[in-house]
């Protein structure tokens, strides 16, 4: 059974940092692509980055290019994302999504992504 585990959210303040984590088990998408998205109360699921996990081929929302990194770790099949110079704006619940082709790392939409994780809540105030 496949499992997406997220870790590291938290309350920061405007202009802070951090760092989610998703741990992969069940199996391994050396083949695929990883990726975040969010969600904000009242909205709908955002992408936020996505990472091919054969050569670390990256995608990001216009919204986060500059400030969010997504990167992976073989040795623990693990995806994450390192959040700089966080705004209010990204408030929400971030997931951790997988996709089984490689070319998953492209698409901007939840439909095409095949798991997800629970979620971590991420809170930036002003």
């Known amino acids: 059974q496949v499992q997406l585990v997220e870790s590291g959210g938290g309350l920061v303040q405007a202009g802070g940092s951090l760092r989610l984590s998703c741990a992969v088990s069940g199996r391994t998408f050396t083949s695929g692509a990883m990726g975040w998205f969010r969600q904000a109360p009242g909205k709908e699921r955002e992408f936020v980055a996505g990472?091919?996990?054969?050569?670390?081929?990256?995608k990001y929302a216009d919204a986060v290019k500059g400030r969010f990194t997504i990167s992976r770790d073989n040795a623990v099949n693990s995806v994450y994302l390192q959040m700089n110079s966080l705004k209010p704006e990204d408030t929400a619940v971030y997931l951790c999504?997988?996709?089984?082709?490689?070319?998953?790392?492209?698409?901007?939409?939840?439909?095409?992504?095949?798991?997800w994780g629970q979620g971590t809540q991420v809170t930036v105030s002003s």
């Open positions: 999504a997988a996709g089984i082709n490689s070319y998953s790392y492209l698409f901007v939409v939840a439909e095409p992504w095949s798991y």
């Open positions: 990472i091919k996990w054969s050569d670390g081929s990256t």
